[in-house]
């Protein structure tokens, strides 16, 4: 597989979920010593929010897990990211239709980040925070945390192959 392996998350606003999985994603990726051969990125599905930074309550959850914001702008996906990735990861269902419209002929690269979750998690998406408390904030950074281990693992059994 060719380097570096191109990973873009999206979300509905970016400014949530999608940014925090690519800086928990991001930070896997160094701890496996994989950060020089997989590039992650991510956008959203709706333009409200382009160049906007990621909302305040997300940083702060970022920040409580240990996690620092590295300057991410928001961006809205675009028809070209189905060629520049490799793995195209939406958050929950809505996400993951909305990629698939946008992004015709792109499908066997896009994968619903819940196909991560760590056996036994009951949640079947990655929550959308936005209308709720500072508590919904944590559970995301907690989920993404926990679906790292499987997707480290995939990637670098892609980078092999
Ligand atoms: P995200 O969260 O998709 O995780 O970035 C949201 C951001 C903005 C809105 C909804 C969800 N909004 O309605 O503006």
């Known amino acids: 597989m060719k380097s570096p392996y191109k990973i873009l998350f999206v979300?509905?606003?970016?400014?949530?979920?999608?940014?925090?999985?690519?800086?928990?994603?991001?930070?896997?990726?160094?701890?496996?010593?994989?950060e020089e051969q997989v590039l992650v990125d991510s956008c959203g599905t709706a333009s409200y929010h382009v160049g906007s930074r990621p909302d305040s309550r997300m940083l702060a959850a970022l920040k409580r897990a240990g996690y620092e914001y590295d300057g991410h702008r928001a961006r809205q996906l675009r028809g070209r990211d189905a060629q520049e990735y490799d793995l195209i990861?939406?958050?929950?269902?809505?996400?993951?239709?909305d990629v698939l419209t946008t992004l015709v002929g792109a499908e066997k690269?896009?994968?619903p980040m819940n196909r991560?979750?760590?056996?036994?998690?009951?949640?079947?998406?990655?929550?959308d925070?936005?209308?709720?408390?500072?508590?919904?904030?944590?559970e995301v950074v907690?989920?993404?945390?926990?679906?790292?281990?499987?997707?480290?693992?995939?990637?670098?059994?892609?980078l092999s192959e």
């Not at 991560?116 to 929550?127: D, I, T």
């Open 11 to 34: 979300c509905l606003g970016n400014i949530c979920r999608s940014p925090a999985a690519e800086i928990v994603c991001r930070a896997a990726m160094k701890d496996a010593g994989m």
């Open 89 to 97: 990861i939406p958050q929950d269902r809505e996400n993951e239709r």
């Open 109 to 111: 690269k896009v994968v």
């Open 116 to 127: 991560w979750f760590p056996e036994g998690e009951r949640a079947n998406e990655v929550p």
């Open 129 to 138: 925070p936005y209308y709720g408390g500072a508590e919904g904030f944590d």
């Open 142 to 158: 907690r989920l993404l945390k926990r679906s790292m281990p499987q997707l480290v693992a995939e990637v670098a059994k892609r």
